[in-house]
């Protein structure tokens, strides 16, 4: 499991053996006024709504290459200041 905080649908991360490159794909869903604080960037409570995200991760870096080829799913959830994105390998 790998756990992500981004503020953007794409993003960079580093590690010591890879450089990869993250874009996602995200829904949210929720009643209109969950979605409506969510929007205001009011703290919600992750059980109030569902926040999926695909995700794709490239890398150059030949050793870390079986992630070219992974599926991953994340479940996201949206504190005020940030998003939060736990992401799993599905095997």
């Known amino acids: 499991m790998a756990r992500r905080s981004a ?9 010591a053996r890879c450089d990869s490159v993250l874009p996602m ?12 604080r969510l929007a205001r960037g ?5 059980g109030e709504y569902t926040f999926r995200t695909s995700t794709q991760i490239e890398t150059a870096a030949p050793e870390c290459d079986w992630l070219n080829k992974g599926v991953f799913i ?14 799993y390998l599905v095997e």
Not at 7 to 15: A, D, L, P
Not at 25 to 36: F, I, N, Q
């Open 7 to 15: 503020n953007q649908g794409k993003g960079r991360t580093r590690s």
């Open 25 to 36: 794909r995200s829904g949210t869903h929720g009643s209109a006024e969950v979605l409506a």
């Open 42 to 46: 009011e703290d919600v409570d992750a």
């Open 74 to 87: 994340s479940v996201s959830a949206r504190p005020a200041a940030d998003v939060i994105y736990e992401t």
